[in-house]
DNA sequence: ACAAAAGTGTTCTCGTTACACCCATGT
DNA sequence: ACATGGGTGTAACGAGAACACTTTTGT
């Protein structure tokens, strides 16, 4: 059969916000553009999607790219349209947003890329329309985690519970209580106590908790109320 | 400046899933498709993304056009993007959704596009990935509507509470106390009681009421929980 | 001994739930 | 008079929030 005939053909762009945790800071992931316009300005990692790929197999495949890793948490965030967001030509960009280890990404970590971590109150400026992503991918990040555990997907295999506490804090701006963090994270049921503990942070030692993957998959969909007072946050 | 090379271009579609409710039950609004291929079967309300408009301006004209509304509750779903998705040509659809009061639609409605509602539970088999997107939409209308009060937006100007409940009953599949109902909603602050009687479902007659537009406003992004036990549900 | 962070328990409040009776009206 | 759907109140419960002291250990 013949094709659509006078239809707009456009790029299609996949453009992904990174985030990872150091266990002290929230940080997103960018590089220095290594191609014209706006060579050598910083930008989310992205590339144009390929013939006989879907969107979330070019997001897959970027971030196997940049960061070595697989099999990390993915979720499309929106497809941004201006006409007029690409100074070259025109080109949809279909942003999507990631949580992974940061210590896991140091392992693999390339250098080709000049990618940075950049805490999320140090962000330079983007290029096009990125800081918008940037913005709503900080605010989706926020809107889930305050009712799936999501936040899990940015520690390593063990870390402790201030450690988490951290995380949280640092995604929403507040100080928590810790005794009701701890005492509904443990209630979850999605914690499991190790026998060590991390002592490079305080003197008594925290002991290390490893998630509960069975749980993680069966509970994920449930609505927690991790954050206290989430109801007067914006969503 | 000269365009990037060797890129793939691709068509770029939009595709709305177009909710109304009328009273009783919640339904989607269909087309008999005008154009190969599979001419003549059922499908969304579409479009392709045409040169100089964005994503939200295509889905703004595709509505405008089919139904007459303007200012309609429209957000983005999600991008699809099998390659295979359209038999004839590639494209990446973006899909919508709408929320419409059903009754102004037909007072604007217009035939020339064989236009159908259906019921959520009578959907016929539509063209391509649709499916997908309706069950997506629903599965967001549900997740949305648990957290938000986006469910006015189906209802007219001038509305009762048991048609209310009714139309939160259909999202949800469930029967809810009407006591605990309307507790909870009179407590949001965003119904304002008329002096009159809808009088066409009951004897007594039940009290119209308007939504407050200030309130509603500021209480959009608020976390309401108005579906007992919505933690259970799956998002 | 003391500083610094970890860990733990109790009380109060408020929102959620379950539940039953009276009201207004058309037939 | 009765059937139909609308409208309201109360008691029990449970989740969330506020709050302070003890433990461990390195210095």
Known sequence: ????????????????????????D????????????????????????????????AA???????????????????????????????????????????????KQISHEFHA???RL????????????????AKEKLQYKAALHPILFELMPEKF?????????EGVYGTEIDKRNFSRKLLSTGLLVKQPDKERENSKKGAYYYKLNKNNYKAKFQAFLNIIPNSHKLKG
Chains 1, 2 share one sequence.
């Open 116 to 118: 940075e971590w950049f």
């Open 26 to 57: 929230l940080k997103i992931l960018l590089v220095k553009r290594g191609m014209e316009p706006e060579k050598g300005k910083w930008s989310l990692i992205g590339s144009f999607l390929q013939q006989d790929e879907d969107l979330s197999k």
């Open 160 to 168: 402790t519970i201030p450690q988490l506490q951290n995380l949280y």
């Open 60 to 106: 897959s495949r970027i971030l196997k790219l940049l960061t070595g890793l697989s099999g990390v948490y993915l979720e499309q965030l929106h497809a941004f349209s201006n006409p007029k967001r690409d100074p070259i030509e025109r080109t949809i960009s279909v942003a999507y947003f990631a949580l992974i280890d940061i210590h896991a990404y140091e």
């Open 121 to 136: 109150d140090k962000i330079p400026k983007l290029i096009f329309d990125h800081d918008e992503m940037v913005e709503m």
């Open 1 to 24: 059969m013949s094709k659509y005939s006078k239809q707009t053909r456009l790029l299609t762009a996949i453009d992904c916000i990174v985030f990872g945790f150091d266990g002290v």
